[in-house]
């Protein structure tokens, strides 16, 4: 792994990870679904006139597309989905948390059911995490916490590893800009359907909201998933997701010093052996070194 692939990971997940702070921010004032379903309308034109610009075809290949509309429906619309809609009552940095463990459900998903073979180390990690998580989430039920939104989240987590584990390979060829474009398009055409059916629509235009609209309208939104693709397709799926373990401290962090969200010691040992599991889990899966 190259120098600029690690740059580009280390973006990636601060820019992944601080979408719950600024997500939180936009649920309290205006309908989580329709604001999202705004969100990508606006990043999903971008995307696409940008593409154009770059030269890239509307013309995608059947793979591609098959990646475009199964990351639509599963990335935009139910992960992020959820996560928006249950970050009305659970906090981000518990959000961040749990949408952190798709790697550890992508692992145990392909050893499960794909037959691939899992290393000590990553079984260790398995452990690793789901025992991070079980520490958190125990101190925050006996803190009264939302469990309805705990179960949103964690379906939201349970659609993104499927759409990863669907569309292994299918990225590749290029148009990563027409691709990142349309597939917002797709998950903002299905939320705005869902929006008047699950919530009462409104916005509160404060600054807050148009501030936090924006940062995740062009970085989290466009910009961190432009460079996820990109990674995908320089290093490989199983080396880009790495970069994951960092989501849970990155997550807490931004969550605590943007929004003052407190953590506990509990909160804190619970970050760390999640990170530590989602980390052996994704060095266990690295290829081994070909040999010369």
């Not at 190259?2 to 601060?14: E, H, P, Q, S, V």
């Not at 309290?28 to 940008?50: C, E, H, T, Y």
């Not at 798709?102 to 499960?112: E, T």
Request: with cysteine.
């Amino acid at each position: 792994m190259d120098i600029r692939a690690i740059i580009m990971g280390l973006t990636f997940a601060l820019m992944w990870s601080s979408a719950f702070s600024s997500a939180r921010i936009i649920v309290a004032d205006a309908s989580p679904l329709f604001s999202l379903a705004l969100r990508f309308l606006i990043s999903g034109l971008l995307g696409v006139a940008i593409a154009r610009l770059m030269g890239q075809s509307w013309r995608l290949t059947r793979p591609q597309l098959f990646a475009t509309v199964l990351f639509g429906v599963c990335q935009n619309a139910l992960y992020l989905g959820l996560n928006f809609y249950a970050m009305q009552t659970v906090e981000a940095s518990v959000a961040a948390i749990i949408a952190s463990t798709m790697p550890l459900l992508v692992a145990l998903a392909s050893w499960l059911f794909l037959g691939e073979k899992l290393k000590p180390l990553g079984v260790l990690g398995l452990f690793a995490g789901m025992l991070g998580v079980a520490i958190i989430m125990g101190a925050r039920i006996s803190q009264g916490i939302d469990l309805f939104g705990i179960a949103l989240c964690g379906l939201g987590a349970l659609a993104l590893a499927f759409a990863t584990l669907a569309v292994r390979g299918a990225t590749s060829g290029g148009n990563f800009m027409m691709i990142v474009g349309l597939q917002m398009l797709v998950g903002s055409g299905i939320l705005f359907i869902a929006a008047p059916v699950f919530e009462t629509i409104h916005i509160n235009p404060t600054m807050p909201f148009l501030l936090a609209f924006a940062y995740t309208t062009l970085v989290p939104g466009l910009a961190a998933t432009l460079i996820w693709f990109l990674l995908l397709d320089r290093i490989g799926p199983i080396r880009a997701a790495t970069f994951h373990f960092l989501n849970p401290v990155f997550g807490v962090g931004v969550a605590a010093a943007l929004l003052g969200e407190s953590l506990g010691v509990l909160d804190g040992i619970g970050v760390l052996v999640t990170t530590v599991g989602i980390l052996a889990v994704q060095l266990s899966r690295q290829p081994a070194p070909k040999s010369t």
